[in-house]
């Protein structure tokens, strides 16, 4: 199973001077950070490395393939970050952690299955490969691949790999396969055209700045599949 972790040196340049000193510590449970917050801070992105193993699914078939449980299901508004930190000892003396990996856990209200042992109505911790940093003038959204947050409220299709027996600081939840790839938004059948998923912006897909034409060829298939 693929396990994504985001790189530590990426946070390293939040720290203007510090110490060749850094000091794994224990994993800290933070307090929740809302994308959708009302606050009036900038919010900023940045993409993480991932520390991926194989190759990416090509097809939709790939992608069921792999994925422990198929459901639709709505986010709830509940979400939690668990992230992890590293000690950092400062020039000053003075110690600071600093965040290395993270992901953000929010309920899924599940609506439909279409794989796997999970039933309509069920609720499961959704673990999504980003985490959130509170700055005192901005939030700063860390994500994974090309998986920005998403939308509380809203209906998507998972595909899913199942943690919920792992042990170690990330395990506990379900995970969207391969990042971007393990979800998909639901559409009104017939509401949506292939030709019109090829005009859609990377935002109105909950997607960062990467090229997306490898998820709409699957988005398309998935439409077709789960929603006409």
Known sequence: MKKFLFSVLTFL???TSC??????????KANAISV????CKPVEYSQQQSDCIGTLPQTLQDVEDRSDCIVQGVLQDDAKPNIQYMEVTLS???EQQVPTFGTTVSTLKVTKTYKGNLKEGDTIPLGEEYFCIDYSDKKMVC???NYLPSKTGKEYLFFLVDR???TAWWGGDYLPLDCELGRYPVVKQNSVRAQSIDSM??????????DAAHYKSIYK????????
Do not use: R
């Not at 912006?201 to 990467?210: A, Y």
């Not at 998935?222 to 929603?227: C, G, R, S, T």
């Open 13 to 15: 340049f939040l720290l």
């Open 143 to 145: 994500y994974d691949g």
């Open 221 to 228: 298939e998935v439409i077709a599949k789960y929603m006409s």
């Open 201 to 210: 912006s990377n935002e109105e897909l909950n997607l960062g700045k990467d």
């Open 164 to 166: 919920m027996s792992e």
């Open 92 to 94: 000053s003396g003075k």
């Open 36 to 39: 959708s917050s009302s606050a």
């Open 19 to 28: 110490a060749a000193n850094p000091k794994p510590s224990a994993p800290v």
